[in-house]
């Protein structure tokens, strides 16, 4: 996975990255893994953290990818490649988890053409 | 998904994806058992020959594949996604696939240039 360093007019990974920590955290955050939730916890983070993003820098297409495991030994690996503008676009992906569960979201930007 | 496409030469096709990328999959990891020291070749090797096989079709996208290898074990695991893009032209395709041990999701999103 690239780091993406921040420079005029290219994706600002660490800003991205850091909505979407503060977004997961406020709505997983303090909650145990639940079979018949999980469902609505990953809709709202996705559409949470395409909000926030939008809200930051309109000048970019997003994709914003969430995937919650509940936490019981087994092997999760995940990877992305991406065919495109390395100049302008770039990716950042947070990892996190609490005491039941694992979160990781990967968010795509791909610049607007003026 | 609505069919609206410009022309065949310019659309993401999902049919003719799905089936690259199942190909890929079953090539890759085939009938293997989930095995913790090759996890990463494989999700590697997954993501990088997709790419190589979408950008061979020569259509005016830029391509986002994502995949996720998981053990069998019962453990659950749940997958969204979300997209702020043009959504005339933009498309995604998931492929779900599986064997004894394993299971692998694959994400294709293809976006217009």
Redesign the interface.
């Known amino acids: 996975m690239e780091e993406f360093s921040g420079e005029e007019g290219s994706f600002n990974s660490e800003e991205a990255s850091n909505s979407v920590k503060e977004c997961i955290q406020s709505i997983i955050g303090e909650e145990s893994y639940r079979q018949d939730t999980v469902n609505q916890w990953t809709a709202k983070i996705v559409e949470q953290a395409l909000t926030l993003l939008v809200k930051q820098t309109k000048s970019y297409k997003y994709i914003v990818s969430c995937a919650v495991m509940q936490k019981s030994g087994a092997g999760l690996h995940t990877a992305n490649s991406c065919y495109w503008d390395t100049v302008t676009d770039g990716s950042c992906t947070v990892k996190w988890e609490n005491r039941t569960m694992y979160c990781v979201v990967s968010v795509f930007a791909v610049a607007l053409t003026p | 998904m609505d069919e609206f496409q410009l022309s065949e030469e310019t659309a993401f096709v999902v049919d003719d994806i799905t089936t690259i990328i199942q190909d890929t999959v079953e090539t890759t990891i085939g009938s293997s058992a ?1 095995q ?1 020291n090759r ?2 070749q ?3 090797s ?3 020959t ?2 190589n096989q ?2 061979k079709l020569g259509k005016p996208f ?25 959504n005339t032209m ?1 498309r ?1 395709c998931t492929v779900r696939w599986e064997n004894k041990t394993t299971y692998c999701i694959v ?1 294709v ?1 293809g ?1 217009a ?1």
């Open positions: 989930y913790q996890i990463n494989w999700t590697s997954v993501v990088e997709s790419l979408l950008s830029k391509y986002i594949v994502t995949c996720i290898i998981l053990q069998k074990n019962g453990a659950g695991l749940h997958t969204a996604s979300s997209c702020f893009w043009d933009d995604s994400c999103f976006l240039v």
